[in-house]
């Protein structure tokens, strides 16, 4: 064990403070203290969850005013997390889609194989990072997905790419769409660090809202881990568009029975303050500025290490 006191953990995926100790949110510590004083139950939550997370959830990811939730086009479940909603997907799938690929940009989140394997299917890989740019290969990766065949499953980062921290243009963003509904392949979106990227909640949603805008068929795995700073909490929520209420009805009942099988029942505490923050206005506006301030200064922590691995003569 190194005794230096002055060593970093680079290898955790937590936001720290600038003691290296974790930070509990202002207003999670003021949700906390709400839900507390109500007195509330501690009975088993529906399937489904939360009803005033999954409403509060839906608004942030596809925008208060997105006209499919109006007209009850988009069925949500709260689930455990990005890996929960991402396991919830990769099952339900695997029951009806008879195309088992699923491609993943090289690099990626290393979970992505393992929960999809487990499932069942075929994990490989297209290009995304280009080492020559240390950008993004987006010829190559457009080149990938027209190659793949028709129906294929495609995991793609809504922002802040993990583990490059390469995200694509809002143009490039459109040719990946283009690319995918060519070849009439499933989308799956990990969304894990909604405001983190920009700051900014509506930006980091870009790519979500355009697909949903499409109506394209898509599964949008959101985690509250990283901007609410509820990492053992294991709050999120897998989402998809549906053409009609036809469809809502049978994809609502049958995402329900994969999640009745796979977990029972999501934890409530969780999504009890992250609804709490995101249906009170004076909360809400609050976190804004506390994603903001987390973002801003992970971006600064990076610039400043590069600096000085420039000053020391790293290349």
Same mark, same amino acid.
């Given at each position: 064990?190194?005794?230096?006191?002055?060593?970093?953990?680079? $290898?955790?995926?937590?936001? &720290?403070?600038?003691?290296?100790? %974790?930070?509990?949110? *202002?207003?999670?510590?003021?949700?906390?203290?709400?839900?507390?004083?109500?007195?509330?139950?501690?009975?088993?939550? #529906?399937?489904?969850?939360?009803?005033?997370?999954?409403?509060?959830?839906?608004?942030?990811?596809?925008?208060?005013?997105?006209?499919?939730?109006?007209?009850? +086009?988009?069925?949500?479940?709260?689930?455990?997390?990005?890996?929960?909603?991402?396991?919830?997907?990769?099952?339900?799938?695997?029951?009806?889609?008879?195309?088992?690929?699923?491609? !993943?940009?090289?690099?990626?989140?290393?979970?992505?194989?393992?929960? =999809?394997?487990?499932?069942? =299917?075929?994990?490989?890989?297209? &290009?995304?990072?280009? #080492?020559?740019?240390?950008?993004?290969?987006?010829?190559?990766?457009?080149?990938?997905? @027209?190659?793949?065949?028709?129906?294929?499953?495609?995991?793609?980062?809504?922002?802040?790419?993990?583990?490059?921290?390469?995200? %694509?243009?809002?143009?490039?963003?459109?040719?990946?769409?283009?690319?995918?509904?060519?070849? /009439?392949?499933?989308?799956?979106?990990?969304?894990?660090?909604?405001? =983190?990227?920009?700051?900014? %909640?509506?930006?980091?949603?870009?790519?979500? &809202?355009?697909?949903?805008?499409?109506?394209? %068929?898509?599964?949008?795995?959101?985690? =509250?881990?990283?901007?609410? $700073?509820?990492?053992?909490? &294991?709050?999120?929520?897998?989402?998809?568009?549906?053409?009609?209420?036809?469809?809502?009805?049978?994809?609502?009942? @049958?995402?329900?029975? !994969?999640? +009745?099988?796979?977990?029972?029942? *999501?934890?409530?505490?969780?999504?009890?303050?992250?609804?709490?923050?995101? /249906?009170?206005?004076?909360?809400?506006?609050?976190?804004?500025?506390?994603?903001?301030?987390?973002? /801003? +200064?992970?971006?600064?922590?990076?610039?400043?290490?590069?600096?000085?691995?420039?000053?020391?003569?790293?290349?």
């Amino acid at each position: 064990k190194d005794p230096d006191t002055s060593k970093i953990n680079v $290898g955790i995926g937590a936001y &720290r403070d600038d003691n290296g100790k %974790p930070w509990v949110l *202002p207003t999670v510590k003021e949700a906390q203290r709400r839900i507390v004083e109500k007195n509330l139950d501690m009975e088993y939550a #529906p399937i489904e969850g939360l009803d005033s997370f999954n409403k509060a959830a839906m608004k942030l990811l596809y925008g208060e005013h997105n006209p499919l939730l109006e007209q009850k +086009r988009i069925v949500c479940l709260q689930s455990l997390s990005g890996t929960g909603s991402l396991s919830v997907a990769a099952h339900f799938l695997a029951q009806y889609v008879k195309n088992k690929n699923v491609y !993943v940009s090289k690099p990626t989140w290393s979970n992505h194989y393992g929960i =999809f394997q487990t499932a069942g =299917f075929t994990v490989s890989e297209y &290009r995304y990072w280009d #080492p020559n740019t240390n950008g993004l290969n987006y010829d190559g990766m457009i080149q990938d997905i @027209q190659s793949f065949q028709e129906n294929s499953i495609i995991i793609l980062h809504a922002c802040a790419h993990n583990p490059t921290g390469v995200d %694509p243009t809002k143009e490039q963003w459109q040719g990946i769409l283009q690319a995918i509904q060519k070849g /009439n392949h499933i989308a799956i979106i990990d969304c894990a660090y909604q405001g =983190f990227a920009s700051g900014d %909640p509506d930006h980091d949603a870009y790519a979500v &809202r355009l697909f949903a805008e499409h109506h394209h %068929p898509v599964f949008v795995c959101h985690s =509250f881990a990283k901007n609410f $700073g509820l990492y053992g909490q &294991r709050v999120g929520s897998i989402s998809t568009i549906c053409k009609d209420h036809d469809e809502y009805a049978r994809l609502d009942s @049958q995402l329900k029975i !994969v999640a +009745r099988r796979l977990y029972s029942s *999501p934890p409530l505490h969780g999504a009890r303050i992250v609804a709490e923050i995101l /249906n009170d206005p004076t909360l809400y506006e609050q976190w804004l500025q506390e994603v903001s301030t987390m973002a /801003n +200064r992970i971006r600064s922590v990076r610039q400043a290490l590069h600096d000085e691995l420039k000053n020391l003569g790293s290349e």
